[in-house]
């Protein structure tokens, strides 16, 4: 798959997460002011925040393109700083989390106390747990294509693992009356976020700032090698980085009486000499075609 075949197929995902997990957001907070739960309000504020999440990556992928040098470069530079933004949107919300959980932790211990519509709880966590299903299947396929798409599955994921503990919580509740279980769980939801968030944000700060040596223009790449004499023209020009290293790919369609006379090996030494002499690079995929023939 292209890069950009990739690039269209995650906005395509994230779109589709996204109107599922609207339609989801406006039955929760609508049940989320009558469950009067704190597992609930979690839910529906770690919600609102992926959702922010998902606009932020549509928007981080559909400017990747128009502010770099080189598609390769600005999508990564542009998904990276999306995926940072989504990682503190995660801290943020963590640990609002965690200290309402506090707060209603001690208010427990003063037996100020908030009756929970348990069934109402219950009923919002059945029906989050087929929207957000739904939502990590769509986004499940491309999470190793894009670094926003993966970052949007993870939150899509413990949004999942979130509506489970609501769903326990409420029988636990409904069964026991131990109210403080319902902070408990919030607490426990937050903590799963506020890991998540941590790994993200050092993953794209280490890839903006600390591997994010720049990539070489693909206007002066293509002007360069179509100046070997045995090239016609070249397409499907690629520049990334790999493993460390920069990888340029490319497919060069090879001149008329050079098809005939058998140049390909010739013609890709000369483009692996120039790319190595003037660009530095050492990693290439270069595709020899033939030219036309009629």
Known sequence: MTDITTHKSSQRRLLIALSITCSFMV?????????NSLAVYADAGHLFVHNSSLFIALIASAIAI?????????????????????????LVISCWILYQGSERLLAHEHS???????????????IGFLFHTAS???????????????????HTFFDLLSTVITFFTSIIIHYTGWIVVDSLSSMLISIFVLFTGLKLV????????INGTG????????????????INNLH??????????????????????????????????????LLEEKFKVTQSVLQIESGNCN
Request: glycine letters at 6%; charged letters at 20%; a positive charge.
């Open 236 to 273: 499907n020009l690629t520049v990334k980085h790999e493993n460390g290293q920069i990888v340029i790919g490319v497919h060069i369609v090879l001149k008329h009486s050079c098809t005939l006379e058998k140049h390909d090996e010739i013609c890709r030494y000369q483009v692996e000499k």
């Open 136 to 154: 990590a299947f769509v986004l499940y396929k491309g999470r190793k294509d894009s670094v926003n798409v993966y970052a949007v599955f993870l």
């Open 27 to 35: 039955i929760q907070i609508i049940g989320a002011s009558y469950a």
């Open 215 to 230: 990539l070489p223009s693909v206007r002066k790449i293509e002007k360069s090698i179509l100046t070997i004499e045995h």
């Open 202 to 209: 050092h993953k794209c700060i280490y890839g903006l700032f």
């Open 112 to 126: 100020n106390e908030l009756e929970i519509n348990t069934f109402l709880m219950t009923s919002i966590a059945a």
């Open 66 to 90: 128009k502010v770099a040098k080189t598609f390769s470069d600005g999508y990564r530079k542009t998904e990276l700083t999306g995926g940072l933004i989504n990682g503190i949107l995660y």
